[in-house]
């Protein structure tokens, strides 16, 4: 079935189907080789110009890893189980997902890898800030209303999109890209007969647009489309390729993010982590969960996340770069969508040509008319960086969950006060205000995977990863890094000195009460 190898800096060989190569050429992801993982990183760590292009392939791999890891360690446990005699628990039971899969398990494997390999072909230029300048829900609407191939899943997209007002986020993007892969690929298919081998013709022909897009987005269908004799396996492949507190996509990209910064902030025990992780039935659904003997390695993968968010991904000049974009940009939807596309072929047509560098030296330039939203943009391309000018790193620790609300909705008024400010002294000095939170136990609500501990020889289950002992307790905080950026070419140390004292000064009571507030917290 995978007949081709690719070599991969991070992972190594990593084996490769003809229905994968075929999807590598398609449009919507072959453009993703010109789509920096990181976008403005390069301009801190030179060598991060990594794509998201390998990003997506180093998951499809690490989701197909977990899967056949975790089965694995089923078969390993029941040994054990047998020769210790441990008594079987009525709560759940360890679960042997590729038997039970039957006939099944090949197709569905390949839709993992499928799932896996398409969750990020969503992104547009500049990768998550894109977010911020794509089209509303109602464009999106009117986009796959008008095209008879996608106005059957007008409903499902609806379960997605929850403001049709608000701009749509790139999973969006990525289960419509991944409904047209997939008919298009099972229409070559018929148009040329003996373009793939025999085995997987009789797999494109079963493949399920709706189980692929679940593993990616399971919320896009009501009814789960991942269900094998009455078992649902949905919350149990969704959680291989995202989920807290681990998946596929955050092991490849702090392994490659690390890898490409020249960093050692992201690494981790990937061996360890994949003996831990095991398949488990849960009533009438299939999860996936981590048995407490790898859980100093959870903590320490958890650890290496937060270490990158603040070494790496919190960098000031990164920081700075980001700000600018958003700054040159603010302005935009005043001339309508910086999307113009009334239909599917249009828009397809928008994120193949738009690279990086053709975003921002070309459709930014011609889209942003304003001053001096312009000429930040130009000094962004020229590497002529906002300076901070402040900076305050505030870590909120509070088990008083009331009291905890009570700082962040203080935080966020002070960040409105700043921003107002900001405002009004915008045509003497360019200020922006960054306000960058790093939540260490990010999506943990969502989060289906659950820890298997083991008491007196008996197995228990948990789902409270907050509480379940002292040291991932220890881990809960949100650290939120507050800058303040300032526009501006200065001759000396002395101009730029005086200058920045004089822009403080307007914030100097804000700042007063961000400290009190930070000495409380």
Excluded at 301 to 314: D, K
Excluded at 440 to 447: A, E
Excluded at 480 to 500: A, D, P, S, V
């Amino acid at each position: 079935m995978y007949n081709s190898n690719i070599l991969d800096p991070i992972h190594g060989i990593i084996k490769v189907s003809e229905i994968e190569k075929w999807i590598f050429s398609q449009k919507p992801f072959n453009r993703l080789r010109r789509i920096k993982q990181n976008t403005f990183l390069y301009l801190v760590f030179p060598s991060a110009n990594h794509t998201r292009f390998e990003h997506s392939i180093g998951v499809m791999h690490l989701a197909h890893q977990i899967f056949i890891h975790a089965n694995d360690n089923y078969n390993t446990g029941l040994y054990k189980k047998k020769k210790y005699l441990l008594d079987e628990t009525k709560e759940f039971q360890f679960f042997d997902v590729l038997s039970n899969l039957g006939d099944n398990g090949e197709q569905i494997v390949q839709e993992l890898r499928i799932a896996a390999l398409l969750h990020d072909a969503g992104h547009g230029p500049m990768s998550h800030l894109f977010d911020h300048y794509t089209i509303t829900g109602d464009d999106f609407f009117k986009i796959i209303e008008s095209d008879k191939s996608l106005s059957q899943y007008v409903s499902n997209f609806k379960n997605i999109i929850p403001d049709r007002q608000e701009k749509i986020e790139h999973e969006v993007i990525s289960c419509l890209f991944v409904i047209k892969i997939i008919d298009q690929l099972k229409l070559i298919d018929n148009q040329y007969p003996t373009k793939f081998n025999p085995e997987l013709k009789t797999i494109i022909k079963k493949l399920d647009v709706y189980r692929i897009i679940q593993m990616i987005e399971p919320k896009f269908n009501n009814e789960s489309k991942l269900i094998f004799d009455e078992l649902d396996y949905g919350d149990f492949f969704s959680s291989i390729i995202s989920s807290f507190p681990l998946d596929a996509d955050r092991m490849d990209y702090m392994s490659r993010d690390s890898y490409f910064a020249g960093v050692n902030y992201g690494l981790y025990d990937k061996s360890r982590l994949f003996m831990s992780l095991i398949p488990i039935k849960f009533g009438k659904k299939i999860e996936l969960a981590i048995k407490e003997s790898g859980i100093d390695s959870v903590i320490r993968f958890i650890q290496s996340r937060t270490h990158l968010y603040n070494q790496v991904y919190f960098h000031k000049t990164n920081r700075s770069a980001n700000c600018m974009l958003d700054f040159a940009c603010k302005e935009l939807d005043k001339d309508g969508p910086i999307i113009d596309a009334t239909n599917y072929k249009d828009l397809e047509q928008f994120y193949w040509r738009n690279s990086d560098e053709l975003f921002l030296w070309e459709t930014l330039q011609e889209k942003i008319v304003d001053q001096p939203q312009k000429s930040v943009l130009f000094e962004l391309l020229e590497r002529n960086l906002f300076k901070r000018i402040y900076q305050n790193k505030i870590v909120l620790i509070e088990n008083d969950t009331e009291k905890l609300n009570a700082i962040k909705e203080q935080l966020n008024n002070l960040k409105k006060g700043f921003e107002k400010i900001a405002k009004s002294i915008e045509n003497e000095n360019v200020v922006v205000i960054d306000f960058f939170p790093n939540v260490v136990f990010k999506d943990v609500k969502k989060s289906k995977i659950k820890i298997i501990g083991k008491e007196d020889d008996k197995y228990r289950l948990s789902s409270d990863w907050k509480s379940f002992n002292k040291e991932l307790k220890i881990l809960e905080h949100e650290v939120i890094m507050f800058r303040i950026y300032l526009r501006g070419k200065f001759q000396n140390r002395e101009t730029f000195n005086e200058k920045k004292a004089g822009v403080l000064k307007h914030f100097s009571s804000l700042i007063e009460e961000l400290n009190n507030l930070k000495m409380s917290s």
